[in-house]
């Protein structure tokens, strides 16, 4: 059967709910396709639109990993998609095979399918149904992100041409917000890959149940099982990372571009980065403090412009004087000035006040205080008699007693300090 005069059909190599796919030769080109045909006896009123909508919307995408838009028409009352024919299987048979996939296989797969999402994404695409079956590995083994059959431009009052309250997409792999009938965004396509890749490493989806109904409750309630749980050997960054994908939360999960670039990084490993190789410091030409850049670098970096820019925290002794010369431009020496001012005040109020204890203790020092008093009169007043019966002395310092007949202090003071001084 020839197609719009140039696709000829050879074989059936798929069926969906819309339509069949063919495997067929581009004559006018030369080269292999796919071309995907309406099916005549769909009865679905929307049918035709979802068909035209998927040619748009695949068609607005070119990517390495999206299945890419050729041709579209219609044939006898058919409408036709033409695309590129990826010669290989989908995941869903890689999984029938295998059962489950190694860390770094599926961790290659993640980056590149993360990678397609995100291209759609910026185009205000979400595909909205992400599943094995529809991520497709081509000869070399690289993902492709086929049918966008039922995506939905963000900006679509309509919803992607869905009945209101119709969930539409495959239940196990559906992100808890799709399953309350909120409209579907980007996150709830990374939810769906988390759920995929989770399908990959532990050969299980995460959340299975015996009806529709039952698995969207565990989408919404449940926290999937770790898959260290599940005797799965996974670096805990990459279990950790995938648990993160089906978080509950929309606004709790990763983007599909950061998901594609730490997957390619190899963050799933867990392995620290290693640190950058120290670099010997060169000491400025100027004086110190001066914020002069080398010739040929930038501004405050010993490093050429365009290369990788390493910092070397210079020692206590080396750094001290460049220290000393910054304080000294922010204050402009005023402090140290301050400093040494009240320094010299200080020592002078010392001085001044050791010379006034000095001058006052020769003032009242017992040498001067008697120096009116003959020696001879000295030696006979040393030890006054008292008189019996009055509590007064008979030497010369009874008559130097107060009015009270208090005894003289030494050297002829008084207590009341009104002696002959």
């Known amino acids: 059967m020839l197609i719009a005069g140039r696709y000829r059909l050879e074989t059936a190599i798929g069926?969906?709910?819309?339509?069949?796919?063919?495997?067929?030769?581009?004559?006018?080109?030369?080269?292999?396709?796919?071309?995907?045909?309406?099916?005549?006896?769909?009865?679905?009123?929307?049918?035709?639109?979802?068909?035209?909508?998927?040619?748009?919307?695949?068609?607005?995408?070119?990517?390495?990993?999206?299945?890419?838009?050729?041709?579209?028409?219609?044939?006898?009352g058919r409408l036709f998609l033409v695309m590129e024919l990826v010669e290989g299987d989908s995941l869903q048979h890689v999984l029938a095979q295998a059962g489950s996939l190694p860390a770094e296989e599926v961790a290659r797969i993640a980056a590149q399918a993360a990678a397609g999402l995100a291209v759609a994404h910026e185009q205000g695409i979400?595909?909205?149904?992400?599943?094995?079956?529809?991520?497709?590995?081509?000869?070399?083994?690289?993902?492709?992100?086929?049918?966008?059959?039922?995506?939905?431009?963000?900006?679509?009052p309509a919803g992607g041409l869905t009945a209101t309250g119709q969930i539409v997409g495959t239940s196990l792999y559906i992100a808890p917000e799709r399953a309350l009938g909120q409209p579907a965004g980007p996150p709830s396509d990374v939810y769906s890959l988390g759920c995929v890749l989770y399908q990959l490493l532990t050969g299980r989806v995460p959340f299975h149940a015996?009806?529709?109904?039952?698995?969207?409750?565990?989408?919404?309630?449940?926290?999937?099982?770790?898959?260290?749980?599940?005797?799965?050997?996974?670096?805990?960054?990459?279990?950790?990372?995938?648990?993160?994908?089906?978080?509950?939360?929309?606004?709790?999960?990763?983007?599909?571009?950061?998901?594609?670039?730490?997957?390619?990084?190899?963050s799933w490993r867990g392995r620290p980065e290693p640190?950058?190789?120290?670099?010997?410091?060169?000491?400025?030409?100027?004086?110190?403090?001066?914020?002069?850049?080398?010739?040929?670098?930038?501004?405050?970096?010993?490093?050429?412009?365009?290369?990788?820019?390493?910092?070397?925290f210079p020692s206590a002794g080396a750094a001290a004087p460049v220290l000393r010369a910054r304080r000294r431009q922010r204050t402009g020496g005023g402090a140290l000035s301050t400093r040494r001012s009240r320094a010299l005040s200080a020592l002078a109020a010392l001085v001044i006040f050791l010379?006034?204890?000095?001058?006052?203790?020769?003032?009242?020092?017992?040498?001067?205080?008697?120096?009116?008093?003959?020696?001879?009169?000295?030696?006979?007043?040393?030890?006054?008699?008292?008189?019996?019966?009055?509590?007064?002395?008979d030497g010369p310092d009874r008559q130097r007693g107060g009015p009270d007949g208090q005894r003289g202090g030494p050297k002829g003071k008084t207590e009341h300090g009104d002696g002959e001084d």
């Open 210 to 266: 015996a009806s529709a109904i039952a698995v969207l409750h565990h989408h919404l309630d449940t926290p999937p099982v770790p898959p260290r749980e599940l005797g799965i050997a996974l670096p805990p960054a990459f279990e950790n990372y995938l648990l993160g994908l089906l978080a509950k939360r929309p606004e709790d999960r990763p983007t599909a571009s950061r998901t594609a670039e730490w997957f390619a990084a190899g």
């Open 275 to 312: 640190l950058p190789a120290a670099t010997p410091r060169r000491e400025p030409e100027s004086r110190p403090g001066s914020s002069a850049a080398l010739p040929g670098t930038w501004p405050g970096t010993d490093t050429a412009p365009g290369s990788v820019t390493t910092y070397a």
């Open 126 to 156: 979400v595909h909205r149904d992400i599943k094995p079956g529809n991520l497709l590995l081509d000869a070399v083994g690289s993902v492709k992100i086929g049918d966008f059959g039922i995506a939905r431009f963000m900006d679509d």
């Open 15 to 76: 069926r969906g709910a819309m339509g069949e796919v063919w495997r067929a030769y581009d004559e006018m080109l030369g080269r292999p396709v796919a071309v995907k045909l309406l099916l005549a006896q769909n009865t679905d009123p929307t049918a035709a639109a979802r068909f035209r909508l998927e040619a748009q919307t695949a068609g607005r995408l070119r990517h390495p990993h999206v299945v890419g838009v050729v041709d579209f028409g219609e044939q006898d």
């Open 355 to 393: 010379g006034a204890l000095l001058l006052g203790l020769a003032w009242f020092s017992p040498d001067q205080s008697s120096a009116d008093t003959p020696p001879a009169d000295r030696t006979h007043s040393a030890s006054p008699v008292p008189v019996p019966g009055t509590g007064k002395s």
